[in-house]
């Protein structure tokens, strides 16, 4: 059984959650590896809708362990309150490890964050204001505060004297707000440590030995290749590295025990914030793609961009994550417009044409989508559970996408139950398909 890193193809809210999700009922072990509460995953079982955002999507499932990687940065109130609200709601949560190396997020981390973003005024780069870039930053200037940490309350009151005291000028503005006193601060993520220390781990050890017994593990990113920090549409991005490579770094893995990549991607495109966006539609039908796709944020409920799909950006993605599968998730919500448009290349703005993804920033902020209209199919295909079942122009819009990406396509989205994901003939040929 192969280990396989799940990774968002665009630009994040693909439906990643719903794909581990599905993957995880057979599989031993789910890792998340990167980003913080700044993600979301929804996942809906039996009718009843889960919101995840720190604990990876296998924890519904028993007898799955699932860890919190040393690349996740963590809020420790955020994990505390969504571990509480799956035990009130029945789920065994005994299964969870995080691991000791992963860094919190500080309340001075959440201030400078709002901060920053406000200083930017209109060029704000449209972060959710959770703490996670400075956090990042933190970890980087070797002013992190680790998990481990919660557990030495010497070791706890240095290190947020030695992390403020740069800071004490941005800071200047929160002198008197009661969450930046040290006592507070102390004693407050204390009690965060007494609660959390039942699953404090070192973390990769149990991966190896999953993968030494021949064990099925799947590694879960967060956000979208798009919003990488390296390889994303920087400055609009996230603060790590949502990529498949990532899994390694942000698991404490090597790259040879990685088996297969599967990038998650919807039938059209969005992203959330400010950023350049080629194939965006800002007129009714984008509104329509929003509605009819539930296109609000599941961590901030801002409604999202929508665009038609993008396969420059989707081809890129391809190669910087070595894709060996592609999952199409929401096709239903494309049903009933006709025609139907993909970007297979960009124009900038002096007319030249773009067969890859544009490396600067100035050519691709002014890149449109250059667009090739698709017949559309006005079936209803919510119901569909094979390829076969599918109308023949929602078969040949899949088609033109595995042929454009030159990566196969395993899984297809038809609506939002996990009843309602198709597994291909592709999927049934990977050796990741455990489901």
């Known amino acids: 059984m192969p280990s396989l890193v799940i990774v968002g193809a665009q630009w994040g809210d693909e439906g990643k959650g719903k794909v581990t999700d599905l993957l995880a009922e057979r599989a031993d072990m789910v890792v998340r590896f990167q980003g913080g509460n700044n993600a979301g995953h929804t996942i809906v079982r039996d009718g009843e809708v889960f919101k995840f955002h720190l604990i990876p999507s296998g924890i519904l499932y028993p007898g799955t362990l699932c860890l919190i990687g040393n690349g996740v940065v963590i809020d420790p109130r955020v994990l505390i309150d969504e571990l509480d609200g799956l035990r009130r709601r029945g789920v065994d949560i005994t299964g969870l490890r995080i691991s000791a190396n992963a860094h919190l997020i500080m309340p001075y981390h959440r201030l400078l964050d709002q901060a920053g973003e406000a200083r930017l005024g209109k060029y704000q780069i449209g972060t959710t204001r959770r703490g996670i870039g400075p956090c990042y930053a933190d970890k980087a200037a070797r002013l992190g505060i680790r998990v481990q ?43 965060f440590g007494h609660r959390l220390e039942p699953y404090i781990a070192d973390t990769p050890p149990l991966i190896w030995r999953a993968l030494d017994d021949g064990k099925q593990v799947i590694f879960e990113g967060a956000q979208g290749t798009m919003l990488d920090i390296d390889h994303g549409t920087y400055p609009f991005v996230t603060s790590s590295n949502p990529v498949a490579g990532a899994a390694c770094v942000g698991a404490g893995v090597g790259p040879r025990a990685i088996d297969e990549v599967w990038g998650v991607a919807k039938a059209y495109c969005t992203r959330v914030g400010a950023g350049p966006f080629p194939t965006e539609i800002d007129d009714d039908l984008g509104e329509r793609l929003r509605e009819s796709g539930g296109e609000f944020g599941t961590t901030t409920g801002r409604p999202r961009r929508t665009g038609w799909l993008d396969l420059v950006a989707l081809r890129f993605a391809a190669r910087i994550n070595g894709l060996t599968g592609l999952v199409l998730t929401k096709l239903d919500v494309l049903t009933g417009i006709d025609p139907l ?47 076969e079942e599918l109308p023949p122009a929602a078969r040949a819009y899949i088609d033109f996408v595995e042929e454009h990406i030159g990566v196969p396509v395993v899984m297809v989205g038809v609506g939002p139950g996990r009843e309602q994901m198709i597994w291909t003939r592709a999927a049934e040929r990977s050796s990741a398909a455990v489901a």
């Open 149 to 191: 940490d919660l557990l030495d309350e010497k070791i706890l009151k240095q290190k947020i004297v030695a992390a403020m005291e740069p800071k004490r000028l941005m800071l200047r503005p929160y002198a008197k707000d009661p969450q930046l006193d040290l006592h507070t601060m102390v004693e407050e993520y204390r009690a």
């Open 341 to 387: 448009y993909v970007a297979t290349a960009y124009r900038g703005p002096d007319g030249a044409r773009f067969d890859s993804f544009p490396y600067h920033q100035s050519v691709l902020h002014k890149s449109r989508g250059e667009l090739v209209a698709m017949q559309g199919w006005h079936e209803d295909i919510s119901s569909a559970r094979s390829i």
